[in-house]
Nanobody, 114 residues
Framework: VQLQASGGGLVQTGGSLRLSCTAS????????RGWYRQAPGKQRELVAT???????NYADSVKGRFTISRNIAKNTLYLQMNSLKPEDTAVYFC?????????YGQGTQVTVSS
């Protein structure tokens, strides 16, 4: 599986961004897809996940501001991020979780200026 993320950038506090992650290759057996982020000097943390059954899970810090969704036909995962805060600044990674393990794509930088 190859994961290609895009959509990061620089935005002011209160602004919005939409991240996209397109999967290609063998996606058989994928159980869930998600977004993680890693800020400088911090560990990678979960942002949001979406199972193949359509169940979502969000980190408390992004609930009500971020929305995870997908386009099944395009094998694309999205993360709509609204009301962005400086503490959302991080490299965002998409991933897949499958019976064979987990894989992360390359990250996309999100920077929120105060």
């Amino acid at each position: 599986v190859q994961l290609q993320a895009s959509g990061g950038g620089l935005v002011q506090t209160g602004g919005s961004l939409r991240l996209s992650c397109t999967a290609s290759g063998n996606i058989v057996g994928v159980r869930a897809r998600g977004w993680y982020r890693q800020a400088p000097g911090k560990q990678r943390e979960l942002v949001a996940t979406l199972t193949t059954a359509g169940l979502t899970n969000y980190a408390d810090s992004v609930k009500g501001r971020f929305t995870i969704s997908r386009n099944i036909a395009k094998n694309t995962l999205y993360l709509q991020m609204n009301s962005l805060k400086p503490e959302d600044t991080a490299v965002y990674f998409c991933n897949v979780a499958a019976a064979w393990g987990m894989k992360y794509g390359q990250g996309t930088q999100v920077t929120v200026s105060s």
